[in-house]
Every structure is written in C-alpha cells, then in structure tokens.
C-alpha cells in the first residue's frame, strides 16, 4: 500500500515536471525561465527521493543531495550572470 503511494506521488510530481518544462521554455523572460529550470530541478529531486524510497535504495539519496548542491551553485551562478557580475 505504502510503495503504491509513493510511485504515485512520484508519477505525479515527474508530471508537475512536465508542466514546468512548458514555462521554461515559453517563459517570456530571461528570469522566468531561470525560476522555472530551479522548479524543475526541485522537482526531480523530489522525485529521486519518493523513487529511493519505492525502490528501496540509499544511493538515490545520496546522488540526490548531491544533485541540489550543484542545482544551488548552478542558480546563484546563473542570477550572478543575469546581473552582470560574471
């Protein structure tokens, strides 16, 4: 019952995913797009921790932290860039 609720919060958030890949690319805004790519990559860390828990897995967890540090230093490199300081 439990891993049948977690794939579907999973199922759900990959189409949140989806959705928000439609913004980032008619974003009209430089910065739209920005926020959009950050929602994307929250999401999909969300989605490796709901899919570490329906398969069992601890180094889905790990890659996923790692992958929000480099989202983090990603998104400050990319506002530092959008206001000119690069």
């Known amino acids: 019952m439990t891993v049948t609720i977690f794939a579907w919060a999973a199922f759900v958030t990959g ?10 690319v008619a974003g009209p805004t430089i910065p739209d797009r920005v926020v959009a790519l950050d929602s994307i990559n929250t ?17 889905m967890v790990d890659v996923a932290i ?9 998104t400050m490199f990319i506002a530092r860039h959008l206001e000119g300081g690069v």
């Open 15 to 24: 189409l949140c995913a989806l959705v928000m890949f439609g913004r980032l």
């Open 43 to 59: 999401l999909v860390i969300a989605l490796m921790i709901l899919l570490s828990v329906v398969y069992d897995s601890v180094v």
């Open 66 to 74: 790692v992958y929000a540090a480099l989202s983090f230093v990603g």
